[in-house]
């Protein structure tokens, strides 16, 4: 018996489960039959036990990494140190005019508001000298990922007309879910992180909160060199933003190989963001009668979308056995089962993968990295 199945024996001893235990241990003489003394004696004592039996089928559920919870997980992972991580916030590039279309430069720690019912507030962080910054979103989270275009201020600037938010150049994350913090610790001890390994740079990365997913290629351009190319939290190439300040952070330009950041002394480290290898879908689909085309084809793209973030997902995974270290297929089978399983689809043909009946294998090597990106759906049917 596992703990899981213990808690599940704990949870079935509910109140009647009790009370028959009880009553069945009673003399067969004594009336038993609800209302009766013996019976009103024992019915609370079997409520009490019960709720033990429910609390103790919590403690064991919550013991364990496996089927802990909320802040007991949390609790859990301090004890393999490491943290929940927390959510972000998003950083932007916005620029500024006046009437006449002239820059307007504003201050580090002005306000501005999105324009909608439920407003999204910016600070602004970095002031440039050409009528742009950079500024942050106030609530963390990822409610600010998909936000561009006109802001208000809210800090007086009487020289100012026009502020729009032109560019995302940090998306945030949300707070770790409890399965994505579970996995890390079920996770953490297939590799040591030591002394600028690989797993060493991918913890690096991990706790720095900008970024989603990081492939490590050692030893790329000679001994001492590390390639580190990395995606922001919406799994797609990182900004040149993101890329400079994890290289900052990693191994500071001024003092590269120096220790000063935190990889390794004598590490020269590089930080790139992967190439955006776009796929073109074509396929043909036979609709049941009562369905729209054009819906089916809505269902498709939204369908596709998801697959390739999953492919996104995958793509930092390590693979020692293979190249250096990483591998990933865009198989057309699997785009042919996710559309068969769409209500209203009876049949399609195997898809065309930018224009060729075959899969397709991303390219990872010590100069180039692949990012599968969905492109075009051409859907005949």
Do not use: C
């Not at 808690?7 to 235990?21: I, S």
């Not at 950083?91 to 306000?111: I, L, M, Q, T």
């Not at 940090?170 to 297939?190: G, K, M």
């Amino acid at each position: 018996m596992n703990p899981n199945e213990l808690a599940d024996e704990l949870e079935a001893q509910n109140h009647d489960y009790w009370l028959n235990l009880m009553l069945d241990n009673v003399p067969k003489d004594i009336d038993k039959r609800e209302g009766s003394i013996i019976y009103d004696a024992v019915a609370p004592a079997a409520m009490v036990s019960a709720q033990q039996s429910l609390s103790l089928a919590n403690i064991i559920r919550e013991t364990y990494i496996k089927t802990a919870q909320g802040e007991f997980l949390d609790y859990r992972a301090v004890e393999h140190g490491t943290s929940r991580y927390a959510a972000t916030n998003t950083e932007v590039k916005a620029r500024f005019n006046d009437d006449d279309g002239n820059p307007v430069n504003v201050e580090v720690g002005d306000r501005f508001a999105s324009i909608a019912e439920s407003p999204i507030f910016y600070t602004v962080i970095k002031a440039n000298d050409d009528g742009t910054a950079e500024m942050q979103a106030e609530e963390s989270g990822t409610i600010a990922n998909s936000y561009l275009g006109q802001v208000l201020p809210v800090t007086p600037n009487d020289n100012l007309a026009w502020a729009e938010i032109i560019e995302i150049t940090i998306p945030a994350r949300d707070e770790e879910n409890d399965d994505h913090l579970r996995a890390r610790l079920l996770n953490s001890n297939s590799w040591v992180a030591y002394g600028g390994n690989v797993a060493d740079y991918l913890d690096m990365t991990s706790k720095i909160h900008d970024v989603g997913a990081t492939q490590v290629y050692p030893t790329w351009d000679g001994p001492g060199t590390v390639k580190l190319v990395i995606l922001n939290n919406d799994l797609m190439p990182a900004s040149s933003t993101l890329v400079k300040k994890v290289k900052e952070e990693i191994d500071p330009e001024e003092s590269t190989t120096q220790g000063y950041g935190l990889a390794p002394i004598d590490h020269r480290v590089t930080v790139t963001a992967p190439e955006a290898f776009t796929v073109d879908i074509a396929m043909n689909v036979t609709i049941v009668d009562s369905v729209n085309i054009d819906s089916i084809r809505a269902n498709i793209k939204t369908s596709l979308e998801e697959f390739f973030k999953s492919l996104r997902r995958d793509w930092s995974t390590v693979n020692p056995t293979v190249g250096r270290g990483y591998s990933l297929i865009v198989y057309r089978s699997k785009i042919l089962s996710r559309v068969m399983m769409l209500e209203g689809v009876a049949n399609a043909t195997m898809p065309r993968l930018n224009g060729k009946d075959e899969d397709l294998q991303l390219v990872f090597n010590n100069t180039t990295s692949q990012l599968p990106v969905l492109g075009e759906v051409t859907v005949n049917g």
